[in-house]
């Protein structure tokens, strides 16, 4: 009796706790320097030999496409899992990576309803602040991302001058991939056969330009095999908008498009900032420490929190807010952001302005003023700002981006 009854007591003790986890982290591989690695093919032999890490990415779902159907198809969208193995030396780098796909969609021929399946590698121009990092799979105003974007596309007839002219990145943010996209669409069909692989800098929605680096190139291809793709991008160390052939580490990003569900744009999946470290290289701790991160506080009381000073103008899961254009849709933040980012996000609202381009947004509701200077100045009031007085604590905004960083779909089976 006696001891049934001490066990039942300490049953009943028992609590659950689960803690959330932070992102993994990618090791890149230094292998031979005969191997030219930022030319290496989707099915080199090295590949056998590297260790691939899951990494997951969200359904985009900060600003939305005008297009009813599209967002239809997307909408119960679940999370993706990718395998990404990762090499280096001295040339260069590379990844391959590897996803799930029941329907292989490469776009020849005059079909213009038809989306081609696509993969998207992002690096940071700048990433020596850790804690400053630009906007996840956009950049943001003095933060600019490169985005290396390979597209199923069959039969596109360039001309070899057009192939050859790239503009700088332009200072009217002019959006120059979707005029790409059009003349893609435009030529489908004709003869010359050639995929779609583009480098543009993006600052912002609707600000991605295309360019041409003169230091370095780049490789990047894709190809099915039954239930999913295979792809590989490589790239040189050096470049002129980001240079890797120092870092400790560096923060890589991840992009992926679903043809078969009119996948384009901003309907597309997407990683959170992930930390790849070149093993033998010395340093990068505090990069990896940060993208690494999990959250510190209690998703519960944040919950609580962000339900009463936030949601009147931030659609949360499944809490709408009053109304859908005031402020981008957090429902799949945590799906896509860092620890540091949802912290600098509410504590200084400026640092990094979702660019808005929000196709949805009402003009007379937009997410950003410029100030004096030509500077974007956020919307969103700086509600908290950490100090105690009359204000939320540092505990409440970690409790808060705790919250925050629970806002995610499941991964699919
Ligand atoms: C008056 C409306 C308003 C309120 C209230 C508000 N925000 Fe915002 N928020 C915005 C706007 C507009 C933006 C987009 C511009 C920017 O990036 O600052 C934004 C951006 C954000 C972002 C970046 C979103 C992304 O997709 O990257 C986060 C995180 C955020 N807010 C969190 C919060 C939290 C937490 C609160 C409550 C403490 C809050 N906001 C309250 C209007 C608001």
């Known amino acids: 009796m006696r001891a049934n009854h001490i066990f ?50 969200y359904p985009q779902r900060t600003i939305r496409l005008n297009d009813k159907k599209a967002n239809a198809l997307n909408a119960d969208n679940r999370g993706k899992l990718i395998k990404v193995a990762a090499i280096y030396n001295s040339n260069g780098i590379a990844f391959r990576i590897q996803w799930k796909d029941d329907t292989r969609n490469v776009q020849s021929g005059m079909q213009s309803d038809l989306y081609p399946d696509g993969f998207a590698v992002q690096l940071a121009t700048k990433f020596d602040e850790p804690q400053k990092l630009p ?8 933060r600019p991302v490169l985005v290396y974007l390979h597209k199923a596309v069959k039969a596109y007839n360039t001309s070899k001058e057009e192939r050859e002219r790239a503009p700088d990145a332009n200072e009217a943010k002019r959006n120059t991939l979707d005029e790409n996209l059009t003349r893609l669409d435009a030529n489908a069909g004709k003869s010359d056969v050639f995929d779609y692989k583009k480098v543009f800098i993006s600052e912002g929605f609707g600000s991605m330009t295309e360019i041409r680096d003169s230091n370095h190139t780049f490789e990047t291809d894709m190809t099915y095999t039954a239930g999913g793709w295979t792809a590989v991008f490589g790239r040189g160390l050096k470049g002129e908008y980001a240079d890797l052939s120092r870092a400790g580490a560096f923060p890589v990003a991840f992009a992926l498009w679903d043809g078969a569900k009119m996948g384009r744009a901003d309907i597309k999946h997407l990683s959170s900032w992930i930390a790849v470290k070149p ?37 949360l899961g499944d809490k709408k807010a009053v109304a859908p254009y005031l402020a981008p849709d957090m429902s799949m933040i945590g799906g896509y952001s860092t ?16 660019p808005g381009y929000n196709r949805n947004a009402h003009k007379n509701y937009p997410w950003y003023g410029v100030d004096e200077n030509g500077t974007r100045v956020s919307v969103m009031p700086q509600i908290w700002d950490g100090s105690t007085e009359g204000n939320r604590t540092d505990d409440d905004i970690d409790d808060a981006v705790a919250y925050l960083w629970t806002l995610k779909t499941k991964i699919e089976k």
């Open 135 to 142: 906007y996840i799979g956009m950049g943001s105003e003095g």
């Open 279 to 315: 093993k033998e290289r010395k340093g990068g701790e505090a990069l990896v420490a940060e993208l690494t991160a999990a959250p510190k506080g209690d998703a519960v009381v944040g919950e609580v929190l962000v339900a009463s000073y936030c949601s009147s103008c931030h659609t």
């Open 8 to 57: 039942g007591s300490i049953l009943l003790t028992m609590v659950i706790v689960s803690a959330a986890a932070g992102n993994p982290s990618i090791t890149a591989v230094n292998v031979t320097e005969r191997v030219e690695v930022s030319k290496i093919a989707l099915d080199d032999s090295i590949w056998q030999d590297i260790k691939a890490v899951d990494i997951a990415l």
């Open 339 to 354: 620890v540091a980012y949802l912290r600098e996000s509410i504590v200084e609202p400026s640092a990094v302005v979702v």
